[in-house]
């Protein structure tokens, strides 16, 4: 049972559009909502996060937005750039105590055309 | 901070041969975890680790052993491997802390290690 749905599996954007990526989840007891991106080679790093309590979330061109009755979240990078090629990943926790065990969304590849 | 190291990077094995992925992290975080990163598969959390002397299994333990008998290290150990278990697998340590009223979680990876076994 896949319980972080991610989708697309792949993106090609150009430079200075908007890169959105959707996630839906199964377990209404997750209440904790990160973002990791991670570059070929590399272990994968956070990038952004979100507690159901907020609908939004921006840190500078990257917004989580949340829709805790459709169960769905997603992750807006505007303005993309070359830079921003690389494979980002949805996942979900249950929170207090226990938000280490991660389950992640199977991913998505995000390629910016210069 | 050398943050969280994995070795080797590379590894080929034959199946039924075992070997130990390293893990380590100086950053004294209490909690530590391994995943494995398959195409199309995302991460799968393997076992983690709450804390020295504590281990619990994740979605996909079977054919994994783990222990922890220090903060630092957490390795996994491969008894028998198996053509199945070729994968990247990442190691990961976190830490819970308190900020604007909330407890946050972020899980720091280590850089993998890229597993074959034939």
């Known amino acids: 049972q896949q319980q972080v749905k991610q989708s697309p599996q792949s993106l090609i954007v150009q430079k200075g559009g908007i890169s959105i990526i959707n996630c839906a989840y199964e377990?209404?007891?997750?209440?904790?909502f990160p973002w990791y991106q991670q570059f070929p080679g590399k272990g994968p790093a956070l990038l952004i996060a979100i507690r159901p309590d907020v609908s939004e979330k921006k840190e500078g061109r990257f917004t989580i937005s949340f829709n805790k009755s459709a169960k769905q979240f997603s992750l807006h990078i505007m303005d993309s750039q070359p830079g921003d090629s690389a494979t980002y990943f949805c996942a979900a926790s249950i929170y207090g105590g226990s938000n280490y065990k991660l389950t992640f969304g199977k991913g998505t590849l995000l390629t910016v055309n210069p | 901070n050398a943050g969280v190291t994995q070795t080797p990077k590379f590894q080929v094995l034959k199946t039924g041969q075992s070997m130990t992925l390293q893990c380590a992290q100086d950053?004294?975080?209490?909690?530590m975890s391994w995943y494995r990163q398959d195409p199309g598969m995302g991460l799968r959390l393997i076992h983690y680790?709450?804390?020295?002397?504590?281990?619990d299994q994740g979605e996909v333990p079977n054919g994994y052993n783990v222990s922890r008998s220090t903060t630092e290290d957490f390795p996994l150990r491969l008894l028998s491997a198996a053509p199945s278990q070729t994968s990247v697998y990442f190691c990961?340590?976190?830490?819970?802390?308190?900020?604007?009223?909330?407890?946050?979680?972020?899980?720091?990876f280590g850089p993998g290690t890229r597993l074959t076994v034939l």
């Open positions: 990961a340590s976190s830490y819970s802390h308190r900020g604007m009223g909330q407890t946050y979680n972020e899980q720091f």
């Open positions: 950053m004294n975080h209490e909690y």
């Open positions: 680790s709450v804390g020295a002397g504590i281990t």
């Open positions: 377990n209404t007891a997750f209440d904790y």
